[in-house]
Structures are given as C-alpha cells and as structure tokens.
C-alpha cells in the first residue's frame, strides 16, 4: 500500500517573474509537523496563526515583539519543517510568460482548470533556462 502524498503551496510575483513554492510530503508527516507547529504557535511569545509578511513587518500578531523574539520563533518553526521528510518544491515563470498561461475568467477552484493550468506552468518553466544565481530566467 502507497501512502498519501500532499503538498501546500504558495505563490508570490512582482513585475518580472511568477514564483511558487511548496513543500510535499506523505500524511503522517504533515500530522505529525501540524500538531508540532499548533504546538509551538502556542507557546511564548504565542500567536493564532504564522504570516510571514506579519512577522518581517512585526506588525498585527508580532506587533509589539523584538526582533530577537520574532528570529527565535521563526527559527523554531523553520526547524520543525527541516526535521520533517518533505521535500521542498519551486517553480518560476517570466511574468509575461505567465500571464499568457491563464485565462483569469475562470477561477482558481474549478479543478481542470487548476491541473491544465499546472501542466502549462510546468512546461513553460522547465523550458526556461537559468544561470545558478541569476534573476530572473
């Protein structure tokens, strides 16, 4: 028997390039790192939920912290995920590129517009080729 293999995303973009990023994993992982990460949200300094933006910006939960407390809680948290078997995932598109790979009308939940749209994202980005350290491809 196989186990279940899930993967969560996100997606960040400026004015030259389409990036996403995720981490994948098999089940009893991400239950095991979710009851570790609920874990820690919860412990001093304790916050609802993890937003990057917030944290860099120590705004909203992580308004009022110091930069040492924010750091110490960000490295507690990035270790959790390092200790973990995931295996990290990042893709990225010119912009230009990517705005021709979507038709906008649809949305995101429709779910064969989703895997049609992975698919083109797919192609278009492994036929980019990048120099290491350069940005963007």
Same mark, same amino acid.
């Given at each position: 028997m196989?186990? =279940? !293999?899930? &993967?969560?995303f996100?997606?960040d973009s400026?004015?030259r390039?389409y !990036?996403v990023g995720?981490?994948?994993g098999?089940d009893?992982?991400?239950?095991? #790192?979710s009851r &570790?990460?609920?874990?820690? @949200?919860?412990?001093p300094?304790?916050? %609802?939920?993890f937003k990057?933006? +917030? %944290?860099?910006? !120590?705004?909203n $939960?992580f308004?009022g ?5 924010? +750091?110490? =809680? ?11 078997? #995931?295996?990290?995932l990042v893709?990225?598109?010119g ?5 021709t790979l979507?038709?906008w009308? @649809?949305?995101? %939940?429709?779910?064969?517009?989703s =895997?049609?749209?992975? %698919?083109r994202f797919?192609?278009? &980005?492994? =036929? $980019?080729k990048?120099?290491p ?5």
């Amino acid at each position: 028997m196989s186990a =279940k !293999l899930t &993967a969560y995303f996100d997606e960040d973009s400026d004015e030259r390039v389409y !990036l996403v990023g995720g981490w994948l994993g098999k089940d009893g992982v991400w239950a095991e #790192l979710s009851r &570790a990460w609920t874990d820690e @949200l919860r412990s001093p300094p304790t916050i %609802a939920y993890f937003k990057n933006n +917030d %944290a860099m910006g !120590l705004k909203n $939960q992580f308004a009022g912290w110091t930069e040492e407390s924010r +750091d110490g =809680k960000l490295l507690r948290l990035a270790e959790m995920i390092a200790n973990q078997e #995931l295996v990290g995932l990042v893709g990225g598109v010119g912009i230009a590129k990517f705005k021709t790979l979507c038709d906008w009308t @649809l949305p995101y %939940a429709f779910p064969q517009y989703s =895997k049609r749209f992975i %698919a083109r994202f797919k192609r278009e &980005a492994l =036929k $980019q080729k990048c120099k290491p350290g350069t940005r963007p491809c």
